[in-house]
Structures are given as C-alpha cells and as structure tokens.
C-alpha cells in the first residue's frame, strides 16, 4: 500500500512496479502525468504510480494499444 502523502523518487517507482525507466519516462510523458520536480529529479506520487501499474497492465493484456488507451484517458 502507498503512502498517500508521500512521493517517490524514479528508483523506488521501479522497484514498486518493475517497469523499466524506459517505459516510466514514456508513460509519463505520453498521458501527461503528474510529477513533481525536486532539483534535478523527479517525485511520483501514487496517483501517478497507480496509473502506471494500470497502463503496465493494459499493455501487457494486448487488448488495448497506447493510442486507445490515450483516448479513453
């Protein structure tokens, strides 16, 4: 369960949701989510890493591309 004050730094957002750094910085920029700057890094917050998960999950089932899933979003 995510603590729903925290954020996350890129490495623990890995660690929670094995997608790869890749795929995060894609994801994230392709439906817009919301990060949070500190200096030069990047804070997650578990809003941002639920939909992660729920677009590691639509992707791996192969019954929805990126583009539906940017459309329906």
């Known amino acids: 369960m995510l603590d729903a004050e ?3 730094y890129l490495e ?3 660690e929670l949701t094995g997608i790869s750094e890749r795929n995060i910085k894609f994801w994230v920029a392709e439906y ?3 990060v949070f ?3 030069r890094k990047n804070l997650y917050p578990p809003i941002t890493i639920t ?3 729920l677009i590691k999950e639509l992707t791996e089932s192969k ?3 990126t583009k ?3 459309i329906q979003g």
């Open 63 to 65: 019954l929805f591309t």
């Open 37 to 39: 700057k500190e200096g």
């Open 51 to 53: 939909l992660l998960n």
């Open 68 to 70: 539906f899933i940017q």
């Open 6 to 8: 925290k954020k996350y």
């Open 32 to 34: 817009r989510l919301k």
């Open 12 to 14: 623990d957002v890995i």
